[in-house]
């Protein structure tokens, strides 16, 4: 659940999914009266094509040619309607009254900026224009605009506006759809302190945006200079010249994520031809992947944006599975990149691979034994090329060893003659199925899956592993690679093996000749279905290995290994990281940050931080606080905007866990009109989910990793101690205790800063609560 999926009440006694609801239907209607208009044009482009046919009738070089030019011209535009169906509408501006009232070519107002009595003195005001932008513009039959294309002028305000500077926008929302339905609507405020009016009736606003409306709102002077700061020291960040490497820092609930996102629509729009490469997103859970969708849609044609979750980078795999965090200590460390480096190579050699290689050449049967074999393989593999590109290297040695076995090398003086000679064995030779099948077998393609497999064999594994993981480690690796599935850090030791085999030049296929190729003429009166919007995208993703901007969320939680994976990936790019340090799960941060710096190599770097809590009231950011104490000692917490007056409520489950929890989840239900989010520890999900049973779709089971960067309306934190302890499991190569321990705190911290409302922390034997229920980690 995202973010502004989460987001709970924002006014009192109203009910933030009835307003949802409505504002869905809202679009819904309009997205429904934009397709019938489609349609409408679809019928109007048919038609054209069938009036066209009939002109042919006529029969004069005129008509004929009056037909074909006709036939094409709809034809073309019958091809974008079909193409562009799908997915179609995905942001809205409302807007101020401007100081002209000239309207452009597609019927919008052309003014940039508002009308000096376009806000009333009591900060009330009318919107006066309201735009949908999708992927076409469509007039409805009295040329207004139903839709605007995103790349005409009026469509700019949606990219370009911020709250520092909104111009004539009030209200921007991104709309998601699928197909001809509307998914959900999420609202920024350009001017929250405005009370705007619409058809008579006050501006609804869904998702973080009602909060902000709120704050605006608020009497106290205070409160307004929050929230202008807020606004402030984000567009900061949105605006920010494309520097090589933008970090972006904040603590929980100051909208490191939303701001990140939108200086990416920000920079697309800005110069889209210097980021046509593509932008990749790269989130640490599914979860958050579906909250960058909604803040961030597909710009236009070319499938810029990719949002993969760090278990979905590789193609053709999507884990989802977490690691113990001793397993996870181990395959994300850099010590790693030198056991898979022995693994590429060795797995070479395991199998039946044959022991003697025998050919005929030259009337005579050359033979290749063990010893010299080895030697050969020796020599091949002495380079750092990737193990699969050696094979054509192999492939020679063998043949210079048999060409010397030979002793053909001596029949001539003259070079010449030799070698012709040579060229001659070589070619008899290396086509022979014998040498084919040794070759086959000796040096085969080996895949990145194969080497995991290969690996989950302890024996082997304690081989290519000696003097780098311990016993312990090698036998927790072993045994979860032997496992089902592949969890989400399986996917950087699958993309480093792939780096580290390569993958071998494949000949391309002839195309066939078609006898229609040969007719001209018909692809003029007769355009060719042109690719979808999802189909282009969809090729476009699969064909990039590069892009041309990396943003990286929660880039705290990225391990060295991942590190080394996202980077491939832009090798050329500017990069926006998000993230802070104060809720990473990673115990060695010293370790991450050295993988991260040779993944950015030699860019320059621009630092901005957030400061300003607003998801979490004061009540549950002060308790979160004593954690971030224990955890990093020193470090700042951001400041919370509000105060609820609604403190933390502690219980102690006893003997019965299950009952504790579906009994506060009931008291939650009837506070709080949102979502309610029970956070375990990662090995208690499947419990969580069992307790929850049959209580409604409002409440969400969820564990601690995968808490990361999302929020609810109210939060029951479950055995503060187990979330600790399941996060910080001796999985230590000389890091001590005390490493690993902070990072379960951390991880704790995340917990505790979900809530947009109320918090319930649940204890359990291991928490060791105090008379009043506060176990001891909370204490103060």
């Known amino acids: 659940m995202s973010a502004q999926e989460a987001a709970g009440t924002r006014s009192a006694g109203t009910r933030v999914d009835t307003i949802r609801d409505r504002e869905i239907g809202v679009e819904q209607e309009h997205l429904d009266q934009v397709y019938r208009r489609l349609e409408e044009k679809i019928h109007e482009a048919e038609f054209l094509m069938h009036d066209a046919a009939k002109r042919g009738q006529v029969g004069t070089p005129g008509a004929l040619a009056e037909r074909d030019a006709q036939v094409f011209r709809a034809g073309i535009h019958l091809n974008r309607l079909n193409s562009e169906f799908e997915d179609f509408l995905f942001g809205r501006i409302d807007l101020l009254l401007g100081k002209t009232g000239q309207r452009g070519p597609d019927g919008a107002y052309t003014s940039v900026e508002p009308a000096e009595d376009a806000v009333r003195e009591d900060n009330t005001a009318e919107i006066a224009e309201t735009l949908h932008i999708g992927r076409l513009g469509v007039l409805d039959a009295d040329y207004a605009p139903l839709v605007i294309d995103w790349r005409a002028p009026a469509a700019a305000p949606f990219y370009r506006s911020t709250p520092v500077d909104p111009g004539r926008v009030v209200r921007r929302r991104v709309i998601r ?49 929050i929230v202008s700061s807020i606004q402030a020291e984000q567009d900061l960040v949105i605006r920010a010249p494309a520097a090589s ?13 939303a701001v990140a996102l939108h200086r990416a629509a920000y920079l697309l729009y800005q110069d889209r031809r210097r980021y046509a490469g593509g932008i ?40 989802t599975a977490y690691d113990d965090p001793a397993v996870a200590r181990v395959k994300g460390s850099a010590r790693m990149l030198k056991v898979l480096r022995k693994a590429a190579r060795g797995a070479l050699e395991l199998g039946e691979a044959p022991e003697r290689l025998r050919v005929v050449a030259f009337g005579r049967r050359l033979e290749l034994e063990a010893d010299e074999l080895q030697r050969i393989r020796h020599n091949v593999l002495g380079g750092t090329a990737p193990v699969n590109l050696l094979r054509p290297r192999a492939r020679r040695l063998l043949l210079d060893a048999l060409y010397a076995r030979s002793g053909a090398a001596t029949r001539h003086s003259d070079p010449e003659l030799a070698a012709e000679l040579r060229s001659s ?33 302890e024996k082997q594994l304690g081989r290519w592993a000696r003097r780098i993981l311990n016993p312990g480690e090698v036998r927790r690796l072993a045994r979860s690679l032997g496992r089902d599935g592949r969890s989400v850090h399986d996917v950087a030791m699958l993309d480093e093996l792939q780096t580290l085999l390569g993958t071998p030049a494949r000949p391309k296929r002839r195309r066939g000749l078609d006898p229609l190729d040969q007719l001209t003429g018909l692809e003029e009166l007769m355009p060719q279905r042109e690719e979808t919007q999802r189909e282009r995208a969809e090729r476009l993703a699969a064909e990039r290995t590069e892009y041309a901007h990396v943003i990286v969320d929660e880039a705290q ?34 370790e991450a940050a050295a993988a991260r710096d040779e993944a950015l190599g030699s860019r320059p770097r621009r630092r901005f931080e957030l400061t300003v809590n607003y998801r979490n009231p004061s009540e549950i950011a002060e308790l979160a606080a004593r954690v971030l104490a224990l955890a ?28 504790t929890v579906r009994e506060e989840v009931r008291r939650m239900l009837e506070r709080v009109d949102g979502t309610i989010g029970v956070v375990v520890a990662m090995d208690r999900r499947a419990d969580a989910a069992r307790w929850l049973d049959g209580l409604g779709d409002r409440v969400v089971a969820l564990g601690s990793l995968e808490a990361k960067g999302l ?41 505790l800063t979900r809530a947009t409302q109320q918090l319930t922390v649940v204890s359990a034997k291991a928490d060791q609560p105090a008379v009043n229920g506060v176990p001891a980690l909370l204490r103060g």
């Open 711 to 751: 929020e609810y309306d109210a939060t029951i934190v479950v055995s503060p101690a187990e979330i600790v302890a399941g996060s910080s499991q001796n999985g230590r190569s000389g890091n001590g205790a005390g490493a690993e321990s902070a990072a379960g705190l951390r991880v704790l911290y995340v917990a």
């Open 177 to 225: 759809s699928k197909g001809r339905k509307v998914l959900g609507v999420e609202d920024d405020l350009m001017r929250p302190e405005v009370t705007a009016l619409l058809g008579g009736v006050e501006l609804p606003v869904i998702g973080d945006g009602a909060l902000m409306a709120a704050l605006g709102q608020a009497r106290s002077h205070t409160m307004r200079d």
């Open 557 to 590: 939680d990225l391990t060295p290994m991942q590190w080394r994976m996202v980077g491939r990936r832009g090798r050329h790019a500017t990069w926006t990281i998000v993230g802070d340090p104060a809720q990473s799960s990673w115990p060695d941060p010293d």
């Open 425 to 457: 064995f070589d070619e008899d030779v290396a086509t022979e199925d014998g040498f084919i099948g040794f070759l086959n077998a000796w040096w085969p393609e080996l895949t990145p899956s194969a080497v995991l497999d290969a690996m989950a064999d």
């Open 632 to 659: 990093m000692p020193g470090a700042r917490s951001p400041r919370a905007v509000r105060s609820t007056g609604v403190v933390p409520r502690f219980t102690v489950a006893g003997d019965d866990l299950e009952r």
């Open 245 to 257: 490497v933008t970090y972006v820092e904040g603590g929980p609930g100051t909208g490191k994520t």
């Open 280 to 319: 990749l997103i790269v989130s640490p859970t599914p979860l958050l992947v579906a909250y960058t969708e909604g803040v961030l849609p597909s710009l236009g044609e070319e499938g810029q944006v990719a949002i993969r979750a760090v278990g979905s980078l590789v193609d053709g795999v999507e884990a």
